[in-house]
């Protein structure tokens, strides 16, 4: 245990996670003054000093999520360096899986930057909207975000904490199946049928923005998500590697690779940022079309290895 | 409302009002190199380890017998040979000798020079070696630290070792180890095995340790197996472990330094804050006259985190190349001690150039963001300040 | 259109004492008017100022500009009003000393959309009715009194507000420089500004150009 908690990057991972969380615990401090004295329409002195606290917390949280999206960044290159002192660990897959944390954390940790972000997106419009429509909500939104920030810092303990240097854990291809088999995939669906549901559910989330269809995006959208996930490890991440066993989420991250993985994911998760925006938010309408440009971007980037590979070499793998 | 004339505003309040920064910047600037420097050397060490331990033996193996490590018996060479997988099985001849005049070791090393290998490998050290003429007398090769300290007590050109069977064995110096490699070969003495057994009074039958290679490393963990049922009195040593324990003994002498680090950085950022905290009536007229005429208070906030990220930035890229001037041009005095360890020679060693991202992008994360923390909130408490009673 | 209705303010020092700087105003001014509120020191005229120019609230009360409220908005929108519709003038010279003239006027651009070529004609054009054009690349320290509320007035007008807001502004100018500044007032009512000048000096008294005097004494208008 210790000798991870040694390691440079995840020392530093953990000291830059917790000054961060301290800044938001005087967040919610100033967050929960205003919550408990905010009256919408009095124009008292008392009010007014509520309101400009208020502009602490939007600060706070809007340079926390910098610094998360940093961190996520930084985490991933920590999981891949300590692969080197993980036996058994070839890439950040085999160290993810060291413990039932790791997986939890990663996930909690994209959830909360795009929460953040939507967060953002709800006090911009609040700020310039006249007489602060959404004060209170953003305020109970950014509790609620806080209190998943406080899990995902724990289960980052856990999981650094709980990752032995001893016993080995297990590679990507035993984790991911090298062995075409197909109960991994969902619904056992066989690749082709997987393929042929991603490009349509592409479709379907184009014309669900195009024409404003709300809940329909929202749905779709979050199943897409779990179908782009498969997707992607099963599939097109092999075109990445030009091998059909190597079916990794994590390897796609690497330099090897010209770090395509962080294009494909950042894609994604933009589209995804804009298509929940564009259904949770009355006013933010715009995002529609911002959707659709970065879906459509998100497919040219995933077929492009895929397109590239058949072109040169006449077959698939 | 990131537009050219923003960052022109930005740039001239932070130049017009530099004497404001100045003292921040400067101990900003000393934090950020000494902990760069700290890890310029401790990568460069590492590299240099490492690429060291590329050409080290898959696995090594010691007679160990009471907790004491024994010279190992040849026989076994024979025995390892037989077990598939292993390519190559070799004994080894080397250890320390206590040189009297300056009661320090020295290292000797006996080199086969039957192998190719190891031929081939000398003669990338050492320039127009002549093999033959090496092994027409006792001849050595020896590092730097080994040459200084003889020049000191004026062996000049030979050097009377005394084996423990008290005669004197006269060997005469051929050449010198190459500069670039004294991390390792500062104190070394390199000689034929055979002369090198007969000082280091190794028995014959008998030789310091066996090296084997194992050149699929999917075998290595059955090799080990075989190896371990072997022999009862033996130790194994992997090339793995001894990457790993390197690893970790860095990790571990720069935990202790991230320790000390973050001590002095905690501070650093209280005594920032308290700076920052400080209203003077410069901040105040400045926050007033950008509310009366319009600015809202977020663009005045972020003005005042934009001009401290700069002057944090500012630090960080400067305490960067300060630390790159400090290890690599000149080689980093007292700090190089520090890392290295007094040992019994002057470790005349020079880092080898390289920048790892990597390290820059910690000791961002070290210090501008911590950095940038620590002024958020008095940042906030000046943006805040109302305009009308500076404005009476 | 100015309209202020039952405008109150109270500064609570503590619970047992507080100050009633403002009671009961209720005064409206048509567009391209110039006020002139007289009252002396302590009077209220600098927070009802404050409160139009939306750098102070009012503890109750309501200031309409053109039918709207600016009482209850953000700060996001209030800034935007003092922005694009108010232009301060105050007796202090609020500039930043060490930078340049120029420098100073073009604050209150900085943060809006118009491009630097754009800007630097409305710099021109507000130094030139300031009559400050000359000093464009000095620095402010270097300037005299009269200058320095010349490019006050410059930094006022450069985003060519409809209100302009005048808080003693003669204050710590000698008799020559105020005669100026009377001029550069009769000019901005030439260009049909807003004026609201709050004043004690008799050299506004009997102005041409003012077209309403209110007394202000002890917070009330009289």
Redesign the interface.
């Known amino acids: 245990m210790s000798d991870i908690l040694l390691s440079h990057e995840v020392s530093i991972n953990l000291f830059v996670e917790s000054l961060v969380f301290l800044l938001l615990v005087v967040a919610l401090f100033h967050t929960i003054i205003i919550l408990k004295n905010y009256q919408k ?1 009095s ?3 008392y009010q ?1 000093k509520l ?1 400009k606290r208020s ?1 602490l917390v939007v600060t706070i949280i809007s340079f926390a999520l910098i610094v998360k999206i940093i961190l996520l960044v930084f985490f991933t290159y920590t999981l891949n360096e300590l692969s080197n002192i993980i036996p058994g660990a070839m890439c950040a897959a085999g160290v993810i899986k060291a413990n039932t944390y790791g997986e939890k954390v990663l996930i909690l940790k994209i959830i909360i930057i795009m929460l953040t972000l939507l967060w953002i997106t709800l006090n911009q419009q609040d ?6 429509p959404f004060f209170k909500q953003k305020m109970y939104f950014f509790v609620a975000i806080f209190i998943l920030i406080t899990v995902e810092l724990s289960l980052e303990i856990l999981f650094l904490t709980n990752i032995s240097t001893q016993t080995p854990v297990l590679c990507c291809s035993t984790i991911y199946k090298a062995v075409d088999d197909t109960r991994a995939l969902p619904f056992n669906l066989s690749i082709l049928q997987l393929i042929t549901l991603f490009y349509l559910l592409y479709l379907l989330l184009i014309i669900f923005a195009y024409l404003k269809k709300r809940v329909m995006l929202f749905t779709f959208c979050l199943f897409y998500i779990y179908i782009t996930y498969y997707a992607v490890v099963y599939f097109f991440s092999t075109y990445v590697y030009e091998l059909p066993t190597h079916k990794c989420p994590f390897c796609i991250l690497q330099s090897d690779y010209y770090y395509i993985g962080y294009f494909i994911f950042t894609s994604l998760f933009i589209a995804t940022f804009y298509a929940l925006s564009a259904t949770i938010y009355k006013f933010a309408n715009k995002n529609f079309n911002k959707a659709i440009i970065w879906y459509t971007l998100f497919v040219i980037i995933c077929s492009f290895p895929f397109i590239f590979y058949i072109l040169k070499n006449g077959v698939v793998l | ?1 990131l537009n ?3 960052i022109n ?1 930005l740039f ?1 309040l932070l130049i ?2 530099r004497k404001k920064h100045i003292s921040i910047f400067i101990i900003s600037v000393i934090i950020v190199a000494l902990v760069t420097s700290i890890l310029f050397i401790s990568s460069a060490i590492q590299k240099d380890i490492n690429t060291t331990l590329q050409s080290q033996a898959d696995f090594t193996i010691q007679r160990y017998k009471a907790g004491k490590v024994l010279n190992t018996p040849q026989s076994w060479i024979d025995e390892f040979l037989q077990i598939d997988g292993i390519s190559k099985v070799q004994g080894r001849i080397y250890g320390m000798h206590f040189y009297e005049p300056a009661e320090t070791y020295f290292m000797i090393v006996g080199i086969d020079f039957f192998d190719d290998n190891v031929v081939k490998t000398l003669q990338t050290l050492i320039d127009n070696i002549d093999i033959d003429k090496f092994l027409s007398r006792d001849n050595m090769i020896i590092g730097s630290g080994v040459k200084k300290f003889l020049d000191e007590y004026a062996y000049k050109d030979y050097y009377n070792f005394r084996p423990p069977d008290r005669s004197i064995k006269k060997v005469y110096i051929y050449g010198t180890l190459p500069k670039q490699s004294n991390i390792v070969s500062s104190d070394m003495i390199i000689m034929d095995i055979d002369l090198a057994r007969k000082i280091l009074g190794v028995e014959d039958g008998y030789v310091t340790d066996i090296i084997i290679e194992v050149p699929n490393p999917k075998e290595a963990p059955m090799i080990r197996t075989k190896l371990t049922i072997s022999h009862f009195d033996m130790r194994i040593i992997e090339k793995e472990d001894i990457k790993r324990y390197y690893k970790n003994l860095f990790n571990y002498k720069g935990g202790v330094f991230l320790i000390l680090y973050t001590i002095v950085l905690v501070t650093f950022l209280l005594i920032l804050y308290q700076r920052y905290s400080m209203i003077s009536n410069i901040d105040s ?2 926050i ?12 005045i906030i972020w003005l005042k985190i934009s001009e401290n990220f700069i002057v944090a930035f500012s630090a960080y890229l400067v305490g960067v190349i300060t630390a790159y001037i400090y290890v690599f041009i000149l080689n980093a005095p007292l700090l190089k001690e520090i890392f290295l360890g007094h040992n019994n020679l002057s470790q005349d060693i020079t880092f080898s150039q390289q920048i790892n991202t990597t390290d820059l992008g910690i000791v961002f994360l070290l210090f501008v963001i911590p950095f940038i923390i620590a002024i958020i909130i008095p940042v906030w408490h000046k943006s805040i300040i ?3 009673e ?3 | 259109m100015i309209i202020i209705k039952n405008l109150y303010k109270e500064f ?1 020092q503590d619970t047992t004492q507080s100050f009633h700087a403002l009671k009961d105003i209720n005064l409206s001014i048509n567009d391209g008017e110039c006020l002139i509120l007289n009252g002396v020191s302590g009077s209220g005229k ?1 927070t009802l100022l ?1 409160i139009i ?1 939306a ?6 009360g309501s200031v309409e500009i053109d039918g709207e409220n600016i ?7 209030t ?6 519709k ?1 232009g ?1 003038v ?1 007796q ?1 010279f ?3 000393d ?2 340049s003239v120029k ?1 100073n006027i ?6 809006t959309d118009l491009s ?1 070529d754009e ?1 630097d004609e409305y710099i021109k054009h507000a130094m030139k009715i300031a009559n400050i054009s000359h000093k464009s690349n000095q620095k402010v320290k270097t300037l005299s009194g009269g200058e320095k509320q010349r490019c006050i007035i410059a ?1 006022a007008l450069v ?1 060519d507000p409809q209100i302009i807001l005048c ?1 003693e502004p003669t204050a710590n100018l000698d008799y020559t420089n105020s005669i100026k500044f009377i001029d550069i007032i009769k000019k901005l009512k030439e260009m049909k500004k807003t004026l609201i000048i709050a004043t004690h000096d008799p050299l506004f008294n009997n102005l041409a150009c003012a077209d309403k005097t209110l007394n202000i004494k002890e917070g009330s208008l009289e």
Do not use: C
Not at chain 2, 289 to 299: A, D, E, H
Not at chain 3, 55 to 60: A, F, G, L, R, Y
């Open positions: 329409n124009t008292t002195e007014y309101e502009y700020q310039i909207s006249k007489n602060y | 409302m050219s004339k923003y505003f001239l017009t009002y007229k400045e007033a006259i950008l509310r009366s005429v319009g600015w809202k208070i977020n663009s109302e305009p009308t500076v404005m009476r | 609570s600098s404050s120019g750098i102070m609230k009012p503890t109750s009482v209850s908005l953000s700060d996001f929108h800034s935007n009003y003092r922005n694009t108010i301060f105050t202090s609020h500039l930043f060490e930078l420098d073009s604050i209150p651009l900085i943060i630097n800007m930094r985003n808080d």
